[in-house]
């Protein structure tokens, strides 16, 4: 049976969102219909609305959902109605990299998450229909969710326990277990790999950034840098428990990131701008054998801002990172532990919007008053 709603429809290039009704199709077999409880506001929505990432339109984003399942289509085994979910990126379950527990790595990560891929078998079929009975692209990340109901991937969907706050979690799904993944899956740091030499440097303090902080707090890091450009951001992450927080309008910010390193350099940094320069300037404040892992990217085009020949005599290790490299259902609960053990805040960078006010939170987190907009359906 279809299921009306409405979703926040991006109905052209740059166009705003606005909320519209639609009607959703049932779930496939490999699907998941959701009442959608809340869903964290992210760069890569915008994104979408303004070109960087191609789609088609019109077009529902939303990749950070959280909600209650309804329905379940035939072969889907990860969750049964009634259960609570959050919703992370979307994979094929069954390629090498997937059954080896690195579904960031898939093989249709593009297609299934960017390219609104719902089933082979389906061809382009949306998920979502306007009331003048044209098509409006679902499935972004799987999932689609900046909308009162959703119909899923089966794999978006990360089972959690009733009585989850399923809007304060809502974001664990993208952008903040990359960050935190890059620190713990990616670069793997440790003071006990490093003992010498166990700092860290964070470029870009948005939901990615301030996760991987909250890693590296968390792993008891030696000697932690961030970097920014805003007062209040690097302010909030001292609060959190940074070691040392550098202007990133300051011409001598590598030059001070040695000093702050014995002359050596970093062991480890996260990239979280996209901003080739920050890139550059993280590149030249690492430590031989250092490895600086980049979750931010500036789009299709720019090539990386230092020479190969570099790397080679500075033994450094140059990683990509999409989505910190988690397996969502196991990354995601180790998140909430984090967090109900107080190591990972999110409560503190994030506040709610009923989807009434989404150009308010839009406007809160490209300003920076808000790390992480919470968008309430
Ligand atoms: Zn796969
Ligand atoms: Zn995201």
């Given at each position: 049976?279809?299921?009306?709603?409405?979703?926040?429809?991006?109905?052209?290039?740059?166009?705003?969102?606005?909320?519209?009704?639609?009607?959703?199709?049932?779930?496939?077999?490999?699907?998941?219909?959701?009442?959608?409880?809340?869903?964290g506001l992210c760069h890569t929505d915008l994104s979408l609305q303004s070109g960087v990432f191609p789609t088609d339109f019109p077009s529902i984003a939303g990749h950070e959902g959280s909600g209650v399942v309804l329905q379940v289509g035939s072969a889907v085994q990860?969750?049964?109605?009634?259960?609570?979910?959050?919703?992370?990126?979307?994979?094929?379950?069954?390629?090498?990299?997937?059954?080896?527990?690195?579904?960031?790595?898939?093989?249709?990560?593009?297609?299934?998450?960017?390219?609104?891929?719902?089933?082979?078998?389906?061809?382009?079929?949306?998920?979502?229909?306007?009331?003048?009975?044209?098509?409006?692209?679902?499935?972004?990340?799987?999932?689609?969710?900046?909308?009162?109901?959703?119909?899923?991937?089966?794999?978006?969907?990360?089972?959690?326990?009733?009585?989850?706050?399923?809007?304060?979690?809502?974001?664990?799904?993208?952008?903040?277990?990359?960050?935190?993944?890059?620190?713990?899956?990616?670069?793997?740091?440790?003071?006990?790999?490093?003992?010498?030499?166990?700092?860290?440097?964070?470029?870009?303090?948005?939901?990615?950034?301030?996760?991987?902080?909250?890693?590296?707090?968390?792993?008891?890091?030696?000697?932690?840098?961030?970097?920014?450009?805003?007062?209040?951001?690097?302010?909030?992450?001292?609060?959190?428990?940074?070691?040392?927080v550098l202007d990133g309008k300051d011409p001598e910010v590598v030059k001070k990131i040695k000093e702050l390193t014995g002359g050596l350099g970093v062991k480890w940094a996260v990239?979280?701008?996209?901003?080739?320069?920050?890139?550059?300037?993280?590149?030249?404040?690492?430590?031989?054998?250092?490895?600086?892992?980049?979750?931010?990217?500036?789009?299709?085009?720019?090539?990386?801002?230092?020479?190969?020949?570099?790397?080679?005599?500075?033994?450094?290790?140059?990683?990509?990172?999409?989505?910190?490299?988690?397996?969502?259902?196991?990354?995601?609960?180790?998140?909430?532990?984090?967090?109900?053990?107080?190591?990972?805040?999110?409560?503190?960078?994030?506040?709610?919007?009923?989807?009434?006010?989404?150009?308010?939170?839009?406007?809160?987190?490209?300003?920076?008053?808000?790390?992480?907009?919470?968008?309430?359906?």
């Amino acid at each position: 049976m279809s299921t009306t709603t409405e979703a926040l429809v991006l109905s052209s290039l740059n166009a705003p969102f606005l909320l519209q009704p639609l009607t959703l199709s049932p779930p496939l077999p490999h699907e998941v219909l959701l009442r959608i409880t809340a869903c964290g506001l992210c760069h890569t929505d915008l994104s979408l609305q303004s070109g960087v990432f191609p789609t088609d339109f019109p077009s529902i984003a939303g990749h950070e959902g959280s909600g209650v399942v309804l329905q379940v289509g035939s072969a889907v085994q990860r969750v049964k109605e009634g259960d609570h979910v959050l919703l992370s990126f979307a994979s094929c379950l069954s390629c090498e990299y997937c059954k080896d527990d690195h579904p960031a790595g898939c093989t249709t990560f593009v297609e299934r998450n960017f390219g609104r891929e719902r089933h082979p078998s389906v061809g382009s079929l949306g998920t979502a229909t306007a009331a003048d009975g044209s098509e409006v692209k679902g499935t972004f990340f799987g999932q689609s969710s900046f909308a009162r109901h959703a119909v899923v991937q089966e794999s978006s969907c990360v089972k959690v326990p009733e009585g989850t706050d399923l809007v304060t979690l809502a974001p664990l799904g993208c952008g903040l277990q990359t960050g935190s993944g890059a620190v713990l899956n990616t670069l793997r740091c440790s003071p006990t790999v490093s003992p010498k030499n166990n700092s860290i440097l964070i470029t870009g303090l948005g939901a990615v950034g301030m996760a991987a902080l909250f890693a590296a707090v968390y792993l008891k890091l030696g000697t932690i840098i961030v970097v920014d450009v805003l007062p209040s951001k690097l302010a909030m992450a001292k609060g959190f428990g940074a070691h040392h927080v550098l202007d990133g309008k300051d011409p001598e910010v590598v030059k001070k990131i040695k000093e702050l390193t014995g002359g050596l350099g970093v062991k480890w940094a996260v990239e979280a701008t996209g901003n080739t320069k920050v890139l550059e300037m993280g590149f030249k404040a690492l430590s031989n054998f250092g490895h600086l892992a980049t979750c931010g990217t500036p789009g299709p085009g720019p090539l990386p801002p230092y020479q190969i020949h570099d790397f080679v005599n500075e033994s450094k290790t140059f990683s990509g990172v999409a989505e910190g490299d988690s397996n969502p259902p196991e990354f995601i609960p180790f998140l909430m532990k984090l967090y109900e053990e107080g190591h990972f805040p999110v409560d503190k960078i994030s506040k709610t919007f009923p989807v009434e006010q989404f150009d308010d939170a839009v406007a809160a987190m490209k300003s920076g008053d808000v790390i992480k907009p919470i968008i309430l359906f």
